[in-house]
């Protein structure tokens, strides 16, 4: 199973259930929903996509039917940002 | 040599220069404070630098002992808390905005507060700051904003703590220039410019607030430390003083939303 990681622990702001990550690297910022913040703080340490689901599943509820995808999707732009990486 | 304090925020800077025409520039836009007790900032100045201004890119060296802002016009070579900088600059132009770089390098690198693009002005004690893209209309909300006093036209020196955001009168002036009396005031509001052909003013969401303040600071990032700090004041400011996109009349009546 793929695992994922933040790659710096990114200074970010909470207001109103809403999350900003600044990537200090290159100086850029990622605006992300509850449950995307939710993902963002879990990955402190290596998760897979099965391994987030199952923490939003709890933490939240069930959220939406097609959830593994939109994660994938949600870790696919992470990645894409600088935000994220593959766990060794 | 010769040698003036100047008020810049709450702090003082101590400058040494040979030309007169230079010395004539701070005359003209800076506060000159007579002894100053303390002296926060030591920058040696020299003339002949480089070429004209050609554009806004500044690179930005890190070494051991110092930090280089280098531009077309300008270099600044900078200690490493910014209290004391050697700068060689071209011609005024290149003076004040290395002077901008420096000194808000200084105040981020001591977390004291951030040098903001944007106009600043007084309603009955208050400040209010009107920034947004360029050509969104800073200066003309600040020639809109006659006869309240202004604090700024360009760059607004917003001092941050955890309970207070503070605006003092800034030395950063494109056109207005400043009496050098501004008052420091409590900063009331935050408005993000939009012309347009009514007057309307909407409250932002504090993460949509941050994420739009966050080009509006005049910052080189170079370290990461440097950029958390940026980041840790941008968040205290949010969460103090709330932020509004304005949508303005090229008249004074969008004053009537403000206070």
Known sequence: MVQYIQVNDYETAEFDGEWVVLNTDKYTVTKLNEIGGFCWSMMKDAQTVDSLCQAIEQEFGRASDNLSEDIEAFLYELMEYGLIQHAV | MKEL????????????????NLMNFFKRQFTVKEN???????ITIHEGYGN????????VLKGIKTVNFQRADYLIEASLDYKSAIVY?????????ALMNLYSSYIVYHNWGLLIHSSCAVETGKAHIFSGHSGAGKSTAASLSEPRELLSD????????????????????????????GQAAPLASIQLLHQSIQNKREQLKKTDALINLVD???YWAHSPEESKKVMGLLKTLVSNVPVYELYFKKDNTFWELIS
């Open chain 2, 216 to 218: 509006k600071v005049f």
């Open chain 2, 52 to 59: 004209p201004f050609t554009n806004y890119e500044v690179r």
């Open chain 2, 5 to 20: 304090q100047l008020q810049i925020g709450d702090h003082s800077a101590r400058v040494s220069c040979t030309s007169l």
């Open chain 2, 89 to 97: 600059v071209h011609d005024e132009l290149a003076l004040k905005h």
């Open chain 2, 36 to 42: 100053a007790a303390q002296v926060d900032l030591n």
């Open chain 2, 154 to 181: 360009e760059a607004s020196i917003v001092k941050i703590t955890s309970d207070n955001v503070t605006i003092f009168d800034s030395p950063f002036r494109s056109e207005l220039n400043s009496e050098g009396n």
